[in-house]
């Protein structure tokens, strides 16, 4: 059956000549002599065993045979067209699975850079966070990991170590300074172990009171929404509320930090460095993440 059917040749050559009614026409679409459009039409009517055009001195005319093969060669054409274009963009697009606070607070508005840079790569940020993807079987490409752990079975690039400073809203702190606000205003966790709290005490003992009222959340992001809303200070991570301090939207009230040794780490196997699309965000994103080291 591969023999017999014709090559696209054959039906763009067709095609090109029905819409224009014209060899010569057709020929100039298409960057052929009119002579070998006809011989590609002869060639096609030959291999189909059917004559698709009847041929006058001034004009040719599609045969019924030839109307019936319009819609087909059409369709041929524009699915392989589709084919083309979909192999063409073949790792142009890539998922990553990051934290959500992470992912909204840094990665998603920087996304506006990137795409402004490489405007034919899309990126799917997926945030189920809760479990690291199996790469052979998910289709992840890479993830933004926090913590501790190492990957020795992975490319890893570090994108910065988690410091945590305490912040709280302007408006609770009008009126009062830092040193008595730190000994009076209910504290904000951001996990349900109060680990962060506790870890400040150590380091930095008698600056908080010995009975301060607590308010706990298990994300980071709700914490930092209840001290924007002047519910108290938290502990957050310097980067992710940079823009907040910059704003004047957060304010810090000791010049103390945590390095809890946490950090954020874009995890992804080997397979994945050097396609296109991902090997250009590879780089965007070490820079970015450099950036932000210098500033803060």
Known sequence: MSRQLPSIELLQAFLTVAKTGNFGKAGEQLNLSQSAVSRQVAQLEARLDSRLFERHTRRIVLTAEGRSLV??????IGLLCDASHMLATVGRSFSLRAHPTMAARWL????????????QVNVSVDTVYHRFPDFAFESIDAMVAYGTATWPDFEALQLWEEELIPVCSPALL????PQEL?????LVDSSMDRLDWR???EYYPDSTGIDNAHLTFDTLESAIVAVKCGQGIALVDAVLTDDELRSGQLVRVHSGRIVTGGRYTLVYPRR????????EFLEWLGQEAGLDAART
């Open 108 to 119: 998603i508005p920087r996304l506006t850079t990137f795409y402004g840079m490489h405007p």
């Open 199 to 201: 870890r400040w005490a």
């Open 71 to 76: 819609p087909v060669a059409e369709q041929v």
């Open 182 to 186: 730190l000994k009076s205003a209910r």
């Open 272 to 279: 994945v460095k050097h396609s296109s699309g991902f090997s």
């Open 174 to 177: 009008a009126g009062t300074t």
